[in-house]
């Protein structure tokens, strides 16, 4: 089942080292930067290493899964960048993160060889942070209240690392 992922301790120390990555970054550069816990729904955005604030989101429908290809409603895992701040998006504000990046580019081939991805289907793009939502599932963006898109916006720049990660805790200690 996908939960079975959020108590596999190999899984869970991969995360918990991503986003330890990022806010060490954030610290050493004097920098933003924003994790993204998926299990928990929440947006923490990091200045010079320090939590300044957390917000709830809203992940894909079939967020919990890591994504694997076009289509399939999962939010990505992994170490992104702000690409673009997009004033006019249909969501209100926008943060558009470089998916796919390189490792998604070979998780992609991997998951074609293995057959965990269907024939034809491509691995797919637009991976926004936006607005336009309060607890609504997405096609796989991260997605928060215009109120909180406002904030975060303000507050980002181009450049910003986002670290998505299933959670930096078990689903055996959530529950």
């Not at 330890?20 to 994790?35: F, K, L």
């Not at 504000?93 to 057959?115: C, Q, S, V």
């Not at 209240?145 to 990660?165: C, S, W």
């Amino acid at each position: 089942s996908v939960l079975k992922r959020y108590n596999d301790p190999d899984l869970l120390a991969e995360w918990n080292n991503a986003a330890g990555e990022t806010i060490r970054t954030s610290r050493d550069r004097g920098t933003s930067a924003i994790v993204v816990s998926k299990l928990e729904q929440i947006l923490t955005l990091y200045q010079k290493g320090r939590p300044i604030h957390s917000y709830t989101v809203s992940v894909g429908r079939d967020g919990l899964f890591d994504k694997r290809h076009a289509g399939d409603y999962a939010t990505p895992e992994g170490r992104y960048r702000v690409t673009r701040k997009n004033l006019a998006s249909r969501f209100n504000k926008a943060l558009l993160i470089d998916y796919p990046n390189a490792e998604d580019t070979r998780a992609f081939a991997r998951n074609r060889k293995n057959g965990l991805v269907p024939p034809g289907v491509d691995i797919g793009g637009i991976i926004e942070i936006h607005g336009g939502g309060d607890d609504v599932l997405t096609d796989g963006c991260v997605s928060m209240t215009d109120r909180d898109i406002e904030e975060l916006f303000r507050n980002v720049e181009v450049g910003t690392p986002v670290t998505i990660i299933g959670s930096t805790r078990s689903l055996k200690s959530i529950l």
